[in-house]
């Protein structure tokens, strides 16, 4: 008895509590953080070199916060539609960027190339399936893991895969994609399956083999290759577009595409 | 001070102190299936929630979360029993390891089943000598379901079993009953309620389930892509569909639960 007694008085308390005016919040503290916060929206095959990028631009403008949100380029587009709060958004494909515009949330002459990516072949280590060129991929019984289609460089793995279709016979896609155990919602994903050795091989972007270990890579030649290219760009509504300038800028510089380069990312041309 | 409390619960307009709570706590359950019922209509709704993915996936939910639900009280009950009804050592590490799979976030269980019976994994190998592969296959999606739902299973039925009065158990021992005839004639019919509705909660945690499946199973439509899965990507692809989908998932649940209580009433 004495203990919901008690419990009521919390309660009351609690409700009593809602009821009586809000005391007189300091207003200051808000506004000043806002003109050095900054929050960046970049797809996930992002996220080791954008961090690296993040770190040495707070560095060289001491106050200043980047906050990153890293996802599948799909997502961070809906959530921006949907209100998400963003400055920055960096893409790992047009399409998306494209949408934003569409939507009054990018300027239309707003968005600049900031790097290219190819895809490579990854396999395990100690390559199970063993596997020795492009071609082996239509091997039957082969366990390939891609990203679905629905994520750009599921799109591009499969766009490639036409382009193979010149030279290793028209029903070579087909056979490839029919030893897909499985589409990975993100690129890492498709890199985690392989590094565990789960899946015999799998199509990721160049950087991402980079910056993973126990992995063996077939390259692509080239010609055959679908370049991805990564646009960037401010958020019309950014409440800090100084900052967001300074930031594209910042990648855009020698600085930046070093840092870049040294995560597996092509230059610009 | 105290008197002053009293009155105030004693008090009709005291019936608010449990109302506002209560209300609070069931619009933050109901204003987003609301919302999500709402904007998938504004959308192509029937176009996106009859596709043949939505089919697939939901077909294979069915089937996956069912037999999950078979497997769990077939081994779920017996484990069950010996908890509720039985003394041994070391019983509550076991009750401990039982309820972990309810704590953990489901991708650490993805995670340890990947590593554990994966190909790669500390068992893979041993299964491997009889030709099982699990990653990637509908056996995977049905062992990550168990894993994460079986548990709620052998909770409610843990709780059945143990209401049941000791002197019945005596009784049946007196008339020389054995530990099956007393399992059987005794405890069963009158543990069915908690068996029922543990059995209702493991199929709904199972169809919902996402985290561990996508980690172990993958996602392939037709084979290991369930309806949770179906609307994640879905999310990425456009938001109708994503919407539809989630749509059709919180109707199959409403359905489920439905039948599954008029079934535990008639029962009781």
Redesign the interface.
């Known amino acids: 008895m004495k203990r919901l007694?008690s419990l009521?008085?919390l309660?009351?308390l609690f409700?009593t509590g809602c009821k009586a005016p809000p005391p007189s919040a300091p207003a200051a503290a808000p506004v000043a953080q806002s003109s050095s916060a900054l929050m960046v929206f970049a797809a996930a095959s992002l996220t080791d070199a954008f961090t690296e990028i993040g770190e040495s631009f707070e560095a060289a403008h001491p106050g200043v916060k980047i906050t990153f949100n890293f996802a599948?380029s799909?997502?961070l587009q809906?959530q921006i539609q949907e209100g998400a709060p963003a400055d920055v958004f960096a893409s790992a494909n047009m399409q998306e960027m494209d949408a934003l515009i569409a939507g009054g949330f990018i300027a239309q002459d707003a968005p600049q190339i900031l790097l290219s990516n190819k895809l490579v072949v990854i396999l395990?280590a100690n390559n199970?399936a063993a596997l020795e060129n492009l071609q082996d991929l239509a091997k039957p019984g082969l366990?390939l893991?891609l990203a679905?289609e629905?994520?750009p460089v599921g799109r591009y793995a499969r766009q490639m895969l036409d382009q193979l279709n010149g030279q290793f016979g028209s029903d070579f896609k087909d056979k490839v994609i029919a030893n897909?155990?499985?589409?990975?919602?993100n690129v890492r994903?498709v890199l985690a399956?392989v590094q565990?050795?789960?899946?015999d091989a799998g199509i990721v972007y160049a950087s991402d083999a980079v910056a993973a270990t126990d992995l063996q890579i077939i390259e692509i030649p080239d010609e055959l290759n679908v370049i991805a290219k990564y646009p960037i760009a401010p958020l019309s509504n950014s409440a800090n577009a100084e900052l967001a300038a300074q930031f594209v800028a910042y990648i855009l510089s020698p600085e930046g595409q070093v840092i870049l380069g040294k995560w597996g990312f092509g230059p610009i041309e | 001070m105290q008197k002053f409390f009293h009155r105030l619960l004693n008090h009709s307009s005291s019936k608010w102190i449990f109302i506002l709570p209560a209300a609070f706590l069931l619009a933050l359950f109901a204003l987003p299936l609301a919302a999500l019922i709402l904007r998938s209509f504004s959308n192509d709704f029937l176009i996106h929630a009859f596709s043949e993915q939505a089919f697939h996936a939901l077909q294979l939910s069915l089937v996956t979360s069912s037999i999950t639900t078979g497997i769990t009280a077939i081994f779920g009950t017996p484990l069950a029993y010996m908890l509720a009804r039985w003394r041994f050592k070391h019983k509550s590490w076991i009750e401990i390891l039982i309820d972990l799979p309810i704590v953990l976030p489901p991708s650490v269980a993805g995670l340890a089943l990947l590593i554990a019976f994966g190909r790669q994994g500390l068992f893979g190998p041993a299964l491997g000598i009889f030709g099982i592969s699990l990653p990637f296959t509908t056996a995977a999606v049905v062992i990550a379901q168990t894993f994460v739902a079986a548990p709620l299973f052998i909770r409610s039925a843990r709780i059945g079993f143990t209401e049941i009065d000791m002197q019945l158990e005596e009784a049946a021992h007196v008339e020389g009953a054995n530990q099956w005839q007393l399992f059987t004639e005794v405890m069963f019919p009158l543990a069915g309620r908690a068996l029922v509705s543990g059995a209702i909660i493991t199929w709904t945690r199972a169809l919902g389930e996402f985290g561990a499946t996508i980690l172990f199973a993958g996602n392939l439509e037709g084979v290991t892509q369930t309806m949770p899965m179906a609307i994640y990507l879905g999310f990425e692809r456009s938001l109708g569909t994503a919407l539809a989908l989630s749509v059709v998932l919180v109707t199959v649940s409403v359905v489920l639960l439905l039948i599954t209580r008029k079934l535990e009433n008639r029962e009781g």
């Open positions: 007694q009521t008085l309660l009351v409700l599948g799909q997502s809906t395990p199970p366990k893991v679905a629905e994520v897909v155990v499985s589409n990975e919602d994903q399956k565990l050795g789960e899946a």
